[in-house]
C-alpha cells in the first residue's frame, strides 16, 4: 500500500480561495519533502523542499508568499496555495526521500 | 543546458515487443543516480528502475532493464515483453551529489509517452 498519503486528489475551487494539500508518511519518519508541479503534458518540476523544524527552501521563480509550505511534524507536510488563481491548476505531487517510490499520489488542483 | 534529454516525446510499440525508451544526462558530478518513472494517466509515479554511477552492472528488475553507458551518458530504458498496461508516460530522471537531506532531489526529463498497441 501507499506509504506516502496525499490529500485531497483533487480539488476545484473558486479564485481567490486558498486551498491546503496534505502529504503524511504512513509508516515512516519524513524529516524532508519535496512538493513538484507538473501542467498538462509536461514534466515534473521541483517547486521547494520541506525541512521539520526550518524553513522551506524555494527554488528560483516559485514565490514563497503564493505556495506556503508547512512541515509541522515528522509525518506531516503541506502546501497551501494561497488567493489561487486559474494559472495555478496544475498537478502538485510530493515526496519523502531517501526512497524513490515514496511520492504521493498527486493533487489536480482546478481554479475556475 | 537540460541534465535530463528525453528526445522521443512519443513511441509506439507491438504488444509482446520490446521497446528502448532513451535518455541522456549532464552532469560534472561523480556521484549520481539515475531513475526511471512510469506515470499512468491516473497521475501517479511509479517508480521502476535505479542506476548508480558506480554500479558496474546494469540494473534489471523484472521486464524492465537500464542500458547505462556511462561514458555516452546515457540511462536508456529498454522494456521487454510490452504489455498493454505499460501505456503511459515515462520520465528518466537524475539525483546528483552526495546522498543526504535536499540532495535527494530529482531532476526530471520531459518525458516519453509510450503506447502500446494490441
Known amino acids: 500500500g501507499a506509504v506516502v498519503s496525499q490529500h485531497p486528489s483533487w480539488v476545484i475551487c473558486k479564485s481567490g480561495t486558498s486551498v491546503k494539500i496534505e502529504c503524511r508518511s504512513l509508516d515512516f519518519q519524513a524529516t524532508t519533502m519535496f512538493w513538484y508541479r507538473q501542467f498538462p503534458k509536461q514534466s515534473l518540476m521541483l517547486m521547494a523542499t520541506s525541512n521539520e523544524g526550518s524553513k522551506a527552501t524555494y527554488e528560483q521563480g516559485v514565490e514563497k508568499d503564493k505556495f506556503l509550505i508547512n512541515h509541522a511534524s515528522l509525518t506531516l507536510s503541506t502546501l497551501t496555495v494561497t488567493s489561487a488563481h486559474p494559472e495555478d491548476s496544475s498537478f502538485y505531487i510530493c515526496s519523502a526521500p531517501p526512497q524513490p517510490q515514496h511520492f504521493g499520489d498527486g493533487t489536480r488542483l482546478s481554479i475556475l | 543546458a537540460q541534465k535530463i534529454t528525453q528526445t522521443q516525446p512519443g513511441m509506439f510499440v507491438q504488444e509482446k515487443e520490446a521497446v528502448t525508451l532513451d535518455c541522456t544526462y549532464d552532469?560534472?558530478?561523480?556521484?549520481?543516480?539515475l531513475f526511471w518513472y512510469k506515470q499512468p494517466s491516473s497521475g501517479e509515479m511509479i517508480f521502476l528502475i535505479y542506476?548508480?554511477?558506480?554500479?558496474?552492472q546494469n540494473a534489471t528488475e523484472g521486464r524492465y532493464s537500464l542500458n547505462f553507458q556511462k561514458a555516452r551518458k546515457s540511462a536508456n530504458l529498454v522494456i521487454s515483453a510490452s504489455q498493454l498496461g505499460d501505456s503511459a508516460m515515462y520520465f528518466c530522471a537524475m539525483r546528483e551529489g552526495v546522498s543526504g537531506g535536499s540532495n535527494y532531489k530529482l531532476t526530471f526529463g520531459k518525458g516519453t509517452l509510450l503506447t502500446v498497441n494490441p
Open positions: 552532469t560534472s558530478d561523480q556521484s549520481y543516480g
Open positions: 542506476q548508480g554511477s558506480y554500479d558496474e
